[in-house]
């Protein structure tokens, strides 16, 4: 029932299930359609609310302020 709902056959879903294949791009944003779940949530299993994937809190606390001093100018 999964595989159909986003677009593939079950021997396609089991091939990725096993890492034998990769989901394609399609698949991946049919996933993001139809199960209304974050793109980085799929692609790395970091959720964020703002949509963009930080490594740890001093790289986002680092973004922030450069964000911060351009937005001065």
Known sequence: ???KSIGISQGNLSEIEMG????????LISIRIQYKVNT???LTGVD??????Y???????L???????NNYD
């Open 1 to 3: 029932m999964f595989a």
């Open 63 to 69: 973004i922030e302020v450069y964000r911060n001093l």
């Open 40 to 42: 980085n949530w799929l």
């Open 55 to 61: 490594e740890d809190y001093d790289e986002e606390r």
């Open 20 to 27: 034998n294949s990769n989901f394609s791009t399609d698949t």
């Open 48 to 53: 964020s609310e703002d949509g963009i994937t």
